[in-house]
Each structure stands twice: as structure tokens, then as C-alpha cells.
């Protein structure tokens, strides 16, 4: 029974601030990349951060500077903290867990939604 179970997102005005948590069970999270990826309806689902289980993280150019990713392998959360947050962030953000070993298992949440809105 894999779970990954976001949290965090809701109603936030520009420039703004969220936390956003993805408690994960079920699986060894040590031995896992993990992602938040984010979708607005109609459009292709990107990648916004990732990092990967030796700690090197990746950031959609996008949020470079504003977003941060950071795993707590201890409490089997990762977090995304975003700041600065613009109304182009506005999306369902979604947890994602890429076992190290390709093709070796891959999961995703259900989505929590941020809307950035005056």
C-alpha cells in the first residue's frame, strides 16, 4: 500500500508564500528521486524540482530562486517551499517517488492545488 500524500497547497495571493508536504508510505524513501511535478488542466505536466537520493536537486528554471526541495528521509516527507509565488504557478502539484534503479518503481500522489490570485 504505496502512499504519497500531499499537502499544503490552497488560496495564496502573488509574491506569497507555501509549503507544500508529501508524506510518503509504503516504500523506502531513501531509495527513491523524488519530484514535485505540477499540471494545469489542458496542458503538459512539468517538472518543477526534484531531488535525488544523494541530495542533488534540480529546479524547473521557472522557480530557480524561489522554490525550494529539501527530503526528510527520517520522517519519509519531502517538501517543497515556495516563495515569491506568481499567479503562472497556479497548477495541481503532484508528489512523485522514481526509484534510483530505472524502471524499479515509480508512484504519485494525488495532487494538492496552489492558485496564486490577487
Known amino acids: 500500500q504505496v502512499q504519497l500524500v500531499e499537502s499544503g497547497g490552497g488560496l495564496v495571493q502573488p509574491g506569497g508564500s507555501l509549503t507544500l508536504a508529501c508524506v510518503t508510505s509504503?516504500?523506502?524513501?531513501?531509495?527513491?528521486?523524488m519530484a514535485w511535478y505540477r499540471q494545469d488542466p489542458g496542458k503538459e505536466r512539468q517538472l518543477v524540482a526534484r531531488?535525488?537520493?544523494?541530495?542533488?536537486?534540480t529546479y524547473n528554471d521557472a522557480v530557480k530562486g524561489r522554490f525550494t526541495i529539501s527530503r526528510d528521509n527520517a520522517r519519509d516527507t519531502v517538501i517543497l517551499q515556495m516563495n515569491s509565488l506568481k499567479f503562472e504557478d497556479t497548477a495541481r502539484y503532484y508528489c512523485?517517488?522514481?526509484?534510483?534503479?530505472?524502471?524499479?518503481?515509480?508512484?504519485w500522489g494525488q495532487g494538492t492545488q496552489v492558485t496564486v490570485s490577487s
Open positions: 509504503g516504500i523506502w524513501t531513501s531509495l527513491y528521486n
Open positions: 512523485n517517488a522514481q526509484h534510483k534503479w530505472p524502471d524499479s518503481g515509480e508512484y
Open positions: 531531488i535525488m537520493t544523494n541530495g542533488s536537486v
